[in-house]
Every structure is written in structure tokens, then in C-alpha cells.
């Protein structure tokens, strides 16, 4: 990114975004609570650490900002520096703080979930599937540990595939999710959706994830027990 309008955008972002914005931690299980968006910011969305906003004049670019309190600010700065640059993931261009705001200024990621294309019934590729694999490994041959990689964390951006969020790769401990899907696409998308895809509900997703997590949970409790 130009140096001279990366200096623009963090001037931008500490002067307009973070000295209005009101994020609040209620619950480390559930999003943050986004209170207030100053005039002139979109939010994208809102996760468990942090918010993710944009502005007009920088459409491709994200400003994600951790709420108070939350950790994993600095991981997620570390990811970032390991993964370097790669088709299939976000980069990093500034880390910063002001008024106890901890934000990281990104490239945007624009796309489809895959678990959108599946309630809008919009075609995922086994071209798709394979580039997260790749882009897998090569998190794995940067030291990283790829965690939390599901249906919402993937995106379909012109055929191709793209990892949303990274910020746990630094996580060592073992997380099945993504060949939980894979075995998933293969078992059930493949014969049953992939030649005529069609919508599906969001209510039959959610009860799919639902008993997703308790197979997950139940597992994790019989092997511990």
C-alpha cells in the first residue's frame, strides 16, 4: 500500500473512527456489542474480540478493532507478520493503538461465505476447496496451527478460495472444523447440491451447526472422561 496514503488512512481512522467509537464486552462467548458507529464508517461485522469497520474512500481496506478488554490483539499482529503475502489471505498493513483502542488496519476480503452460498444456493467449486487446503499448508510451513477455519470463516471470491479471519493460527491445540467440512462437501454436497444448487434455509443451517457442536462437545467429553 502507498506509504503516503497509508499515512492518510491511520490519520483518518485514529481522528474519525476510534475517538467516537463504542464497543462494549459483555459476553467472551458472544460478539462484542457495537454501541456506536461514528459518521462516516461502515461496520461490516462483529466477532467475539473485535469489530470490523470501512470507510467510503477506502473501500479496499478494513479497520478491525478490539474491544476493551478482549485479548489477542498482539497474536493476531503475529499472524499476520508469519503469513507475509498470499492470494488466499488478508495482509496486514499498519498495527496500532490510540485512545486505548487497539486496531489493525487490513486488506478487505470481498466475497461469499461458503455458509452464504449455501443459503443463497450459489455453486461452490471443488476449486475452492482445494485453494483453503493449499492455503492451509502454507500457514502450516509458516509455523502456524490453522484454527477456527469453518463455513464462515471461508469466502468464494471469483471461483477461487480465500481464509476470512486468522486470527487464532497461533492456537497449538488440534481443531477438526475444516476437515469436518470437507468430509461434509464430499459426503453430502457433492452428490446431493453441487450439479443443481439450490437454497437452503438458514434455519436447517443453524440446526445442522447446532448439532454439529454438540457431536464436538460430546466427543471432546468421552474421550476426556
Known amino acids: 500500500m502507498e506509504e503516503k496514503r497509508l499515512e492518510k488512512l491511520i490519520a483518518l481512522t485514529e481522528q474519525s473512527l476510534l475517538s467516537d467509537l463504542e464497543l ?12 456506536e458507529t461514528p459518521q462516516g464508517w461502515d461496520l461490516l ?5 473485535a469489530g470490523v469497520f470501512t470507510h467510503p474512500h477506502y473501500s479496499d481496506i478494513a479497520v478491525k478493532v478490539y474491544a476493551p478488554g478482549r485479548e489477542g490483539w498482539e497474536s493476531e499482529c503475529e499472524v499476520y507478520r508469519l503469513i507475509g503475502n498470499h492470494p488466499a489471505y488478508s495482509m496486514c498493513y499498519h498495527a496500532g493503538e490510540h485512545k ?21 444456493g450459489v455453486a461452490i467449486p471443488k476449486k475452492v476447496i482445494e485453494d483453503i487446503d493449499q492455503a492451509l499448508e502454507y500457514a502450516r510451513s509458516r509455523g502456524l496451527h490453522p484454527h477456527d477455519v469453518h463455513g464462515k470463516n471461508v469466502m468464494v471470491k471469483d471461483g477461487r478460495g480465500i481464509v476470512l479471519d486468522i486470527s487464532d493460527f497461533l492456537k497449538e491445540e488440534p481443531c477438526t472444523m475444516w476437515e469436518d467440512l470437507k468430509r461434509a462437501y464430499n459426503r453430502i454436497y457433492m452428490p446431493f447440491l453441487s450439479k443443481k444448487p439450490r437454497p437452503v434455509p438458514e434455519w436447517v443451517l443453524n440446526g445442522v451447526r447446532k448439532g454439529y457442536r454438540w457431536m464436538r462437545n460430546s466427543s471432546v467429553t468421552g474421550r476426556s472422561s
Open 100 to 120: 486505548g483502542h487497539y486496531y489493525l488496519i487490513l486488506k478487505r476480503l470481498k466475497g461469499k461465505t461458503l455458509y452464504q452460498c449455501i443459503i443463497d
Open 45 to 49: 461485522g462483529a466477532g467475539n474480540y
Open 24 to 35: 462494549n464486552s459483555i459476553d467472551p462467548m458472544n460478539p462484542i456489542r457495537v454501541e
